[in-house]
DNA sequence: GAAATAGTGTCTTTAAGACAGTATGTG
DNA sequence: CACATACTGTCTTAAAGACACTATTTC
């Protein structure tokens, strides 16, 4: 290991020295922000959620060209004054009415034909939300998905109405769907993630159905109990499920919570 | 498992029709991309090799402001006639004289106050080369890095030059270079990412080594040479190292390599 | 009691860590 | 020869899969 020497007193050694406050002020004051082409930047929100089976993810049907009638995700172009988080919570909160939910940034997609309108890139984002709090406001409309490759092989994803019809997406957004599906099951291999799709108190069984329908296929039930209580991420409540037409199991709760 | 019902004639039902290709050739041939702000986008790369015990990122020492005389990443504004991917390959090949190495997408950073010239996202991305790529080139200015964190903590990472000495970089880019030492970490586990910081033929101290800088904590010897020679990953070259004052090891090689 | 799932205990298999011992180059 | 590292083999440990068995609820 070469080690680095003590730091030496801030003196530049044979640099130009360092531009001060004053210089960067007055260069600002005369620096023109329309020198640059700048393209259009969308925020699009994969909102996901676990229907049944399969995973579900919030879709919006276009009212307008391009791609009229088609299924899009939700999302805005970002505005001047705020940041892209920012931009991914404004969606969740007007498209979705959705607030206090997990978020993370995904993927930027930069094609070049992918907005046949203009020059735009899409900054995409991941959200996970549980059935409970998918309600009975009119914009949680969410669309199966039909995950047509295994494992992590990613590539785009097909969408399905409640008849089970396979419904066509606009722009390039069956990919951002696959990039998200395929986020979440490497994700689903190294962090808890899979609590953000349940509501604050889940049993072992429903915990593991959400990793199975994440992950698309079936995992080994007794080695999966083993793994959560072991990860120290789960806390017994001490409650029991109720209803069921079998014995109850008891009910966790995931330790750490992080929204946004 | 909730089967689909067999997908019925592409007849709308319902709702309203796709659009044609004539109406959206209408609507786009009447739309004002001018009608939405827009920011500058920038395509900024973490050009990552090992230097001896260290990661080291090629970094450039801007000569005009804002930060004149910091260190900043290679970049780009993107033309508007160019994909994000193309303008990283660009940044490559035009700020350090490199081509044909890994190059995948980091992260798009986009807070407020990150350029105080105006709005501008940073789309990252990280590419990875082999020592033996850098050559006399006097663009390529490698920096050892110094990561104040362990595992997959994360952070801003400290940039030091020849003399040890702590530079002070410009924009938010401590914190891109933190996200790039995340996410290689994140990869080395899963994937053979390594390879890309290697000449085409390899032993397997070299393939550890790499791993134990990028990674930043030792690493078992013997189940690294189990794990790597049972993934399949590695092909036997039949040649030895020479001149090593040991016992010469034997040349491997990665059987898939790809590149942009 | 039958059905269904929860939860426990144990055996086997597999991968990782530890480490001894042999092999093969340089000086 | 000493030294350094390559490579092989074996023992131990830890985690995962398989599976038998008991527990507890509804019907």
Do not use: C
Not at 113 to 119: L, N, V
Not at 127 to 155: I, K, N, Y
Not at 214 to 227: A, C, Q, T, Y
């Amino acid at each position: 290991m070469r080690r680095a020497s003590k730091p030496g007193p801030p003196k530049a050694a044979g640099r130009a020295p360092t531009s001060s406050a004053s210089e960067d002020a007055a260069y600002l004051a005369q620096y023109d922000a329309s020198a640059f082409p700048r393209p259009s930047v969308a925020v699009d929100v994969v909102i996901v959620t676990v229907q049944g089976e399969r995973l579900a993810a919030l879709l919006v049907e276009r009212t307008a060209p391009p791609f009229r009638g088609r299924l899009a995700l939700p999302g805005t172009f970002l505005q001047m004054d705020e940041s892209l988080d920012h931009a991914a919570a404004r969606v969740l909160r007007e498209k979705a009415g959705l607030s206090g939910v997990f978020v993370e940034q995904l993927y930027t997609f930069g094609a070049l034909g992918r907005d046949p309108r203009t020059r735009v890139l899409s900054v995409a984002y991941v959200a996970l939300v549980a059935p409970s709090l998918v309600g009975s406001d009119p914009r949680q409309q969410f669309h199966a998905l039909d995950v047509p490759w295994e494992g992590e092989t990613g590539g785009p994803v097909d969408v399905r109405d409640e008849d089970g019809r396979e419904r066509e997406l606009a722009f390039d957004h069956r990919s951002i769907l696959g990039t998200a599906v395929k986020r979440l099951r490497g994700k689903l291999d190294y962090t808890p993630i899979g609590f953000q799709l349940l509501p604050e108190e889940f049993t072992l069984r429903e915990l593991l159905h959400v990793h199975e329908v994440v992950l698309g296929r079936p995992l080994n039930k007794d080695s999966f109990r083993r793994r959560m209580l072991a990860s120290g991420d789960l806390e017994a409540t001490g409650t029991m499920e109720e209803s069921a037409s079998h014995r109850p199991a008891e009910r966790y709760r995931f330790r750490r919570r992080s929204a946004v």
